[in-house]
């Protein structure tokens, strides 16, 4: 079936450190792949995305590599900010499908000044 | 504001109730979408429709809840004889096309079951 696994949280940086969040996943096919982020109080939102192999989403600095080989498709930022602290959600949608998407369970990044 | 809005933003209610959700997209998305959220989980699939159809359900869905999107613009999703189990945050979002894969999401409405 399909299936994303993210790494747990919480995250706790400080200001200008290098973030990683690790997301590998499961799937028939070849799905498209996306990073969603809900900053406190409000919706998630759509961070970023690769709709095939070794594509590279960006945005905000943010950015993640579609790995096939790895079935990976990792977040970084090289120097984080307060106002990044949010929930990050590693999602699929599979191969085909124009439906639903499945997301993993969430990463909590703590940002400290 | 023409996000995507839901109501309410949160109903406490006994178990055995009936509860309905109501989800306003935004006005030029076609594509309406369900999902329940658990505290430290991800939003879980529940259906969506394309216009007034409804094209997919989860097997979370099971008889006792029923979405309906009459008009092809606002939805609702009523949950009868509410159970504890039922408490959680309910999201709806919404898009123009599938193509994208981006969904713009609204706030949610949180349900707790007594």
């Known amino acids: 079936g399909n299936s994303v696994t993210q790494m747990e949280g919480p995250v706790t940086l400080s200001e200008e450190a290098f973030l990683t969040i690790n997301c590998t996943y499961t799937?028939?096919?070849?799905?498209?792949l996306f990073w969603y982020v809900q900053y406190p109080g409000e919706g998630l939102q759509l961070l970023l995305k690769?709709?095939?192999?070794?594509d590279k989403g960006s945005n905000k600095g943010f950015e993640a590599t579609y790995r096939k080989e790895t079935t990976s498709f990792h977040l970084e930022k090289g120097s984080v900010q307060v106002s990044d602290s949010a929930v990050y959600f590693c999602?699929?949608?599979?191969?085909?499908?124009?439906?639903?998407?499945?997301f993993g369970k969430g990463t909590k990044l703590s940002v400290k000044p | 504001d023409t996000g995507v809005s839901q109501d309410p933003r949160h109903k406490i209610t006994k178990r055995g109730q009936n509860v309905t959700f109501r989800c306003d997209p935004i006005?030029?998305?076609?594509?309406l979408y369900w999902y329940r959220q658990t505290l430290g989980q991800g939003p879980e699939f529940l259906t969506y429709?394309?216009?007034?159809?409804?094209?997919?359900k989860s097997r979370l869905l099971s008889d006792r809840f029923s979405a309906e999107r009459p008009k092809g613009s606002f939805s609702t999703l009523e949950i009868q004889r509410t159970e504890q189990g039922d408490s959680a945050m309910y999201l709806c979002?919404?898009?123009?096309?599938?193509?994208?894969?981006?969904?713009?999401f609204g706030e949610g409405s949180r349900l707790t079951v007594l």
């Open positions: 979002a919404s898009s123009r096309t599938a193509e994208t894969g981006e969904l713009f």
């Open positions: 799937a028939t096919g070849y799905p498209s």
């Open positions: 690769a709709t095939k192999a070794d």
């Open positions: 999602a699929l949608r599979p191969g085909g499908s124009q439906g639903n998407l499945i």
């Open positions: 006005s030029e998305h076609n594509r």
């Open positions: 429709f394309q216009n007034e159809a409804q094209l997919e």
